[in-house]
C-alpha cells in the first residue's frame, strides 16, 4: 500500500465502514483510521497492518476517528502488537476516544499494547 493510499470495506453497495489512510512520518507508518472495527472490516485493518518482510516493522495506529470496535478489532491489534514485537518493531495506539477508548481500558488492551493521547506522542519515544 503506497502513502495515502485509501482502502475501506465495502461490500456490494453497503456503505463505507471503515477507512484506512497510509502515511509514513520518520520511518514510522501511521495507519489514520476512520469508521467502525469490527468483524465486517476486520479484514482491511488486518491488511494494512502486515508488515511482511519489513524489517524493525513500527505502526502508529491513528484512532481519533474510529467510533465503534468490537472483540474483533481488539483480537487483530494485538495479534499484530505480537508480530510487530517478534519483527523487532513495535505498535502505538494514538488518541482513542468514546466507546473505542472505553473497550481498550476496560479489556486492558492499555497494560499491553502503548496507548498514548495524541498522535504527537505515539509518533516520539
Do not use: K, Y
Not at 493510499?5 to 456503505?15: L, Y
Not at 512520518?25 to 511482511?52: C, F, K, M, P, Y
Amino acid at each position: 500500500m503506497s502513502d495515502g493510499e485509501m482502502t475501506d470495506a465495502e461490500n456490494g453497495g453497503q456503505p463505507v465502514r471503515l477507512t484506512v489512510a497510509t502515511s509514513t512520518t520518520e520511518g514510522i507508518r501511521v495507519l489514520t483510521l476512520a469508521g467502525e472495527i469490527d468483524h465486517h472490516t476486520g479484514d482491511t485493518l488486518r491488511g494494512a497492518l502486515d508488515t511482511s518482510g519489513t524489517p524493525h516493522p513500527r505502526i502508529v495506529v491513528d484512532l481519533r476517528q474510529v467510533t465503534f470496535m468490537d472483540s474483533s478489532g481488539i483480537n487483530i491489534l494485538i495479534a499484530a502488537h505480537h508480530a510487530l514485537h517478534e519483527a523487532g518493531g513495535w505498535l502505538r495506539l494514538a488518541a482513542p476516544t468514546g466507546a473505542p477508548l472505553r473497550t481498550i481500558t476496560i479489556l486492558g488492551v492499555d497494560a499491553v499494547i502503548d496507548c498514548r493521547a495524541t498522535l504527537h506522542q505515539a509518533l516520539t519515544d
